[in-house]
């Protein structure tokens, strides 16, 4: 007897739980040959107004950790994407094509890119930071602290590997963000999203929308309480991204820019990922008070 298939529509990932866009609108995924595979929401500019809510209420918290914990805390995502490797292979595949082994290997690298990133949560600050020479009786420190609140705008085409190179860096600085997902490829951001469900991540640190990003960008762009932005997700739409830098002017964001086009995402990662969005904070201490 032939079964009817169950098509999921899936949600928005917003401080911590699932829910449906605010518009009530969502649209069709198909696979890299077309065919229908689910319904994704298509998030609304109220839904990242919401998204920034939560990853502000988040950011304290999260801030406030030691970067050691931090660091566990993304070992720990690793670890529950180990764990769910079929899914995620076979999300991968579905949205870029290609054969099994080449998921595979999309889903190893990205895996150990979060390790990556976790080994240098607690060690970032010993290498960008510093103890500066200074004239007269005092200490002087430089270290790194997060920006804030980060807007991303996740690759379009790597949809998995790129969308970990991304935020990887940001959370583990202490930033908390806000993803738009890949508008084609949402598939592996939503099974990441329910990896970030089940592991240690505070809700709101890391809050993933799914719809285009020449939508949801300039909202992004423009909003007061969002503190930086990635322009990633819009590489190679130079009018675009101008846009986006132009709005983001407004309250002085840090702006990572877009690239000309999307770089190799399976080329060794660079420290520059996460000192995009950190702020060096210098102190002054009179010796012998």
Known sequence: MARIDVRKTYKLYIGGAFPRSESGHSYEVTDSKGKFVANAALASRKDVRDAVVAARKAFGSWSGRTAYNRGQIVYRIAEVMEDRRPQFEDAVRQSEGGSAAA?????????????????????????????????????????????????????????????????????????????????????????????????????????????????????????????AIDLGGVAGDAELATALEVAAADNLKRVRRAPDEEPDWTAEPALSAMTAFVEAKTVWHPIGI
């Open 103 to 227: 998921a595979r290997g999309q889903v190893d690298a990205a895996v150990d890119r979060l390790v990556w990133y976790a080994g240098w949560a607690d060690k970032l600050a010993q290498v960008i930071g510093n103890a500066n020479p200074v004239a007269g009786p005092f200490f002087n420190h430089t270290a790194p602290e997060p920006t804030g609140v980060v807007g991303v705008l996740a690759p379009q085409s790597s949809s998995l590997l790129g969308l970990v190179s991304v935020v990887a860096p940001v959370i583990v600085t202490g930033n908390v963000a806000v993803v738009v997902s890949s508008y084609e490829r949402p598939l592996p951001a939503v099974t990441f999203s329910e990896v970030l469900a089940t592991s240690d991540v505070p809700g709101g640190v890391v809050n993933i929308l799914t719809g285009d990003a020449a939508t949801l960008g300039p909202w992004l762009a423009a909003h007061m309480d969002v503190n």
